[in-house]
């Protein structure tokens, strides 16, 4: 017993000498971090003509009154910052379509009589390393595919984006909104005139089944891609997923764009992809982008393998003029959708869940830049045409003659006076 003490003692004595444990070496955040919150709006006034509802029971389409509808059409808050150095966040809550009118000619749904709020962004952005090459975003955002989806509405020059981003996130995600949950490593590289901006991702989207909770008992993956070259001046020197198209005459330079993504078999289709090319070219006072993005999906039956496929894209084109300390913008834009018009075509279409039939829109119109893109004013008129093909009257096909509450459409024009602002 005593050797035992004695030993306990040593072992006590040795232990109070050991030098003290170093407190844990946390990473610092930075000194003035602060979260940033911001408002994004666009109010809308727009005045609707030509809206038909068809009638099932006579087989005909009636006209809804021509109409005057005060909406924000889309509506942000956005929380934003970034605690240490390298590591950024942002989250985004919607109220979008707050007061739309579901008969008027707009597009997307409706808020209802009591606007809700919802998530419309939340992810991470690590940079790896020094420079911009190497860049990580998780979360919930949108595939970096096709430049008029990933680009906000606040910073297009058409009154609406392009509807051509609608069929292609609904084929990507199976949304309007076209936001899933994923990782993407993205990042540029720069040599003098020349730029490289690149994007690889995968996502998993979960829409499709299961009360729009699961992609059902078959799983595949999202991979999305892009690559965007730029000569002359870049669009931009700091990685980021948000785009602009307006440089306000500071940029002169083209950036050609390839995008790309596929998705495996699932319980819809056996394989899903979207590809195609882009541009953005600012020359001076001079805005041109475009696109033209190519989609399929496969899938099987008792009969063997059959798939389907579309076509949408649009072209747009602004030119910026001097009006005193603020910028008046004239634009034009024209967007097209091409589907399956056969029958054989339209019904491998459906079992696919992919649009069929045409569409084409017109939008023509002025931008007022009161504070680049931070408050502008605009004054457009929208037209559009639908070509159901065999499909006829009735049909649901595309979104010129499909309304979510409402059923099948002629979707009408309509004459648009929209505040865009960014506080």
């Known amino acids: 017993m005593l050797c035992l003490a004695v030993v306990a003692s040593s072992l006590t004595a040795q232990s109070s000498e050991a030098a003290p444990q170093q407190p844990p070496r ?52 956005v929380i934003a910052g970034e605690p240490y150095a390298g590591l950024k966040y942002s989250v985004a809550l919607g109220y979008d379509q707050t007061g739309r009118d579901i008969l008027s000619s707009g597009v997307g749904g409706t808020n209802k009589a009591d606007p809700s709020l919802s998530v419309v962004d939340a992810f991470l952005q690590w940079k790896i390393g020094k420079g911009e090459a190497f860049n990580l975003v998780g979360g919930w955002f949108r595939p970096q595919v096709q430049r008029e989806s990933i680009t906000g509405a606040w910073a297009t020059n058409s009154f609406e984006k392009s509807m051509s981003q609608n069929y292609l996130r609904s084929h990507l995600v199976g949304t309007g909104y076209g936001r899933a949950a994923g990782l993407n490593l ?6 003098e005139k020349v730029s490289l901006n690149y994007n690889l991702g995968m996502f998993n989207p979960v829409t499709a089944s299961l009360a729009g909770g699961s992609v059902g008992k078959k799983a595949a993956p999202l991979f999305a891609g892009r690559a965007s070259l730029s000569l002359g001046d870049p669009e931009f020197n700091k990685y980021g997923i948000g785009y602009n198209i307006n440089f306000f005459n500071k940029r002169k330079g083209v950036s050609l764009d390839f995008n790309a993504a596929r998705q495996g ?35 099987t039956d008792s009969l063997g393998s059959f798939n389907a496929s579309s076509a949408t894209g649009h072209i747009r084109l602004g030119m910026n003029f001097s009006a005193g300390k603020y910028v008046l913008e004239p634009t034009f834009m024209l967007m097209k959708f091409k589907g399956g018009m056969s029958a054989t075509e ?11 039939g045409e569409e084409t829109t017109y939008d023509l119109g002025v931008n007022w830049y009161l504070d680049g893109r931070n408050l502008k004013l605009a004054l457009h008129y929208t037209w559009r045409n639908g070509d159901p093909g065999v499909a006829g009257d009735g049909s649901q096909v595309n979104a010129y003659f499909s309304q979510g509450g409402v ?17």
Request: net charge positive; no cysteine; charged share 20%.
């Open 186 to 191: 993205g990042g540029i590289f720069t040599k």
């Open 346 to 356: 339209q019904a491998d279409a459906a079992l696919l869940k992919l649009s069929a």
């Open 407 to 423: 059923g099948a459409i002629h979707r009408g024009n309509w004459l648009g006076l929209g505040l865009s602002a960014m506080f």
């Open 26 to 77: 946390w990473l610092t955040k930075k000194s003035n971090y602060l979260p940033e919150v911001k408002a994004f709006t666009q109010l809308w006034g727009i005045y609707s003509m030509g809206m038909e509802v068809y009638d099932a029971s006579s087989g005909k389409y009636e006209a809804a009154d021509d109409r005057f509808n005060l909406s924000l059409r889309r509506a942000r808050v």
């Open 265 to 299: 078999e699932t319980e819809k289709f056996q394989s899903s992809t979207a590809y195609g090319p882009g541009l953005l070219l600012n020359w001076g006072a001079l805005n041109l982008d475009g696109e033209w993005m190519w989609l399929k999906r496969e899938g």
